[in-house]
């Protein structure tokens, strides 16, 4: 089973920045898609961002102009880039991975919390 873990969340005021990380425990080459997904307390779980394998990312329209997902190869890492936070941007967010065929992992989440 490949292990996922997030760090980077914290508070952050209305304007501000973070930048979440996700380590993965083998190599990210092996791995088709990754990205992010955040729920808030009594919503729904949303996609937010997402990078395939060959660089072709995808963002929620909620978010783009604002955040950037990246990856370090080397470093078995995803980034998302948070700019611009807004409160509503305030959930857990989890890191996920798909390895086809029917492989998918999840993180355990890392908090963000955006101050009005």
């Known amino acids: 089973q490949v292990q996922l873990v997030e760090s980077g969340g914290g508070l952050v005021q209305s304007g501000g920045s973070l930048r979440l990380s996700c380590s993965a425990s083998?190599?990210?080459?092996?791995?088709?898609?990754m990205g992010w997904y955040r729920q808030a307390p009594g919503k729904q779980r949303e996609s937010v961002a997402h990078?395939?394998?060959?660089?072709?990312?995808t963002y929620a329209d909620s978010v783009k102009g604002r955040f950037t997902i990246s990856r370090d190869n080397a470093r078995n890492t995803v980034y998302l880039q948070m700019n611009s936070l807004k409160p509503e941007d305030t959930a857990v967010y989890y890191c996920?991975?798909?390895?086809?065929?029917?492989?998918?992992?999840w993180g355990q989440g890392t908090q963000v919390t955006v101050s009005s």
């Open positions: 996920n991975a798909l390895q086809v065929p029917l492989h998918t992992y």
């Open positions: 083998t190599s990210i080459s092996s791995l088709n898609l």
């Open positions: 990078i395939s394998s060959s660089g072709t990312t």
